[in-house]
Nanobody, 122 residues
Framework: VQLQASGGGLVQAGDSLRLSCAASDSTFSSYTMGWIRQAPGKEREFVAAIAGTGVQTTFADSLKGRFTISRDNAKDTIYLDVKTLEPEDTAVYYC????????????????WGQGTQVTVSS
């Protein structure tokens, strides 16, 4: 499955942002989809995942509350809504697909998009 993330940019602290990830695969709904981010000089960090049905979700414990993940299987697209952005949210945000149930480790994702840069200024 090929993935294309978009929606990143330069924003101010306190702003909200929606990231999108479009997939080009007719079996999209069979994948758990996730968002993983990588800040400069740091390892990739799991953010959120959503099951193929769009009902079950999971989040990194440290990020609960400000992040919402959703999907539209009719459009083969997932979304990540972020509220009250902080400078610490500055990272490249990747969408990824997995056949594993709601994985929280980046290595458990088999297909990756190219990433979209989010920069939060203070």
């Amino acid at each position: 499955v090929q993935l294309q993330a978009s929606g990143g940019g330069l924003v101010q602290a306190g702003d909200s942002l929606r990231l999108s990830c479009a997939a080009s695969d007719s079996t999209f709904s069979s994948y758990t989809m996730g968002w993983i981010r990588q800040a400069p000089g740091k390892e990739r960090e799991f953010v959120a995942a959503i099951a193929g049905t769009g009902v079950q979700t999971t989040f990194a414990d440290s990020l609960k509350g400000r992040f919402t993940i959703s999907r539209d299987n009719a459009k083969d697209t997932i979304y990540l809504d972020v509220k009250t952005l902080e400078p610490e949210d500055t990272a490249v945000y990747y969408c990824a697909a997995s056949r594993i149930w709601l994985p929280k480790r980046p290595y458990q994702y088999s297909h990756w998009g190219q990433g979209t840069q989010v920069t939060v200024s203070s």
